[in-house]
């Protein structure tokens, strides 16, 4: 097995002390020798805690799968953010401009449908969240599939978390009336 390289050092440390791998001397070792001894204690686990709250790991393939793949968090360079960052502001003026083209800068819609169909799978960015969501209202997206962004699990229940506190605030009122206060 083989750890991406694409997950930081920082990250293997969290996970390390997360599915409490029991690494000596963990923030001493460089990311190279950190990767191979991580390796070694999971070949040599049977089975791993789960995590349900930071990185939503249920059981030891789960984990060598995530460790597998790219970082999920690192996919964009800072170019591909731009355009994705750009994609995502060009929809949210489509949508401003009460979705005219002309505006927009797009010469048709299967244009602007491929660029969504493009940024989608960067749902954990918040202007291509809101972008998508702008296009989702529009009435010409009726005979096309509907766009949903890809969100990683971290993403999900932050934003779970902060739809749950925004629903916990509790509103107050004031009322006004006329009273008679007596005094004795």
């Known amino acids: 097995m083989e750890i991406h390289s694409s997950h930081s050092k920082k990250e293997l440390v969290d996970i390390a002390s997360v599915f409490a791998l029991g690494i000596p001397d963990i923030v001493d070792l460089n990311k190279s020798e950190l990767t191979k001894e991580m390796v070694f204690v999971l070949e040599a686990l049977a089975e791993i ?6 990185f939503f790991i ?5 984990l060598l799968d995530y460790l597998k793949n790219p970082n999920q968090s690192k996919l964009l360079t800072i170019k591909e953010k731009t355009e994705v960052m750009n994609t995502a502001k060009n929809l949210i003026l489509y949508c401003r401009s009460n979705y ?11 244009q602007l449908y491929e660029s969504a169909l493009k940024i989608a799978k960067y749902g954990d960015i918040p202007s291509v969240r809101r972008a998508l969501t702008m296009l989702e209202q529009d009435p010409k997206m009726s005979g096309f ?8 699990k971290k993403t999900q229940k932050a934003l779970k978390d902060k739809k749950m506190l925004a629903q916990r605030k509790l509103t107050y009122s004031f009322v006004r009336k006329k009273t008679t206060l007596y005094f004795d």
Do not use: H, N
């Open 49 to 54: 805690p789960p995590d349900e709250t930071y």
């Open 100 to 110: 005219f083209l002309a505006r927009s800068g797009y010469y048709d819609f299967q």
């Open 58 to 62: 249920k059981d030891k393939k789960e």
């Open 145 to 152: 599939t509907k766009i949903e962004p890809v969100i990683s």
